[in-house]
């Protein structure tokens, strides 16, 4: 549980400064790491990839967080007016 927690914190504040320049806050980070590990663990089982060690954990919730943002910043990004 520690070990998912301390995975979640890391790669929710990475996926912060890749997409943002800076990170979400300390439980903004945890929670996107930790559904980004849920989501990362989709994705990565629907192409087939296995993942071991923290480092490949790592990986898969960073991708899934990056995901993640990523879809939440298409859904409230303002419409372009006409």
Known sequence: MIGAIIIGLIAGWLT???MRGEGYGM???????????IIGSWIF?????????????????????????GIVHLVRSPSPQH
Do not use: T
């Not at 903004?28 to 790491?33: N, P, Q, T, V």
């Open 27 to 37: 439980f903004a980070d945890i929670l996107l790491g930790l559904v980004g590990a």
């Open 45 to 69: 089982g629907a192409l087939g990839i296995v993942v071991y060690g923290g480092i490949g954990h790592l990986a898969m919730a960073l991708v899934g967080a990056i995901v993640l943002v």
């Open 16 to 18: 912060g400064k890749l």
